[in-house]
């Protein structure tokens, strides 16, 4: 089960940290991502970690903004975002997938119930 918290409402140029924690089991072998659907629009994705905390993934559009690291605990994946703007705004989803992480939605089994995260220009 992942747990996302952490959205709200911030002015352009702000920052906010959503969280993902994961439960009922163990998740040292997954990679954790983050996925974004803005209203009326498809689901897209933000950033990804590997399993081991040695790779990432940015999309183009959140890159020199956005960093994706794990908690001490391996259970929790953090999503630090800087310099918001109000394209960013949407309903932020973190997912889980076994292995290699992937920039497809489709590809991660396990979902989070979403956050919202409102950018006011």
């Known amino acids: 089960q992942l747990q996302a918290s952490g959205g709200g409402l911030v002015q352009a140029g702000g920052s906010l940290r959503l969280s993902c924690a994961a439960s009922?089991?163990?998740?040292?072998?997954?990679?954790m991502a983050w996925f974004r659907q803005a209203p009326g629009k498809e689901r897209d994705f933000v950033s990804a970690?590997?399993?081991?905390?040695?790779?990432?993934r940015l999309a183009d559009s959140v890159k020199g903004r956005f960093t994706i690291s794990r908690g001490n605990a391996e259970n929790t994946v953090y999503l630090q975002m800087n310099s918001l703007k109000p394209e960013d705004t949407a309903v932020y989803y973190c997912a889980a997938r076994e292995g290699q992480y992937d920039t497809a939605g489709a590809r991660y089994p396990y979902w989070g119930q979403g956050t919202q995260v409102t950018v006011s220009s």
């Open positions: 970690l590997s399993w081991d905390g040695r790779r990432t």
């Open positions: 009922g089991g163990t998740f040292a072998w997954y990679s």
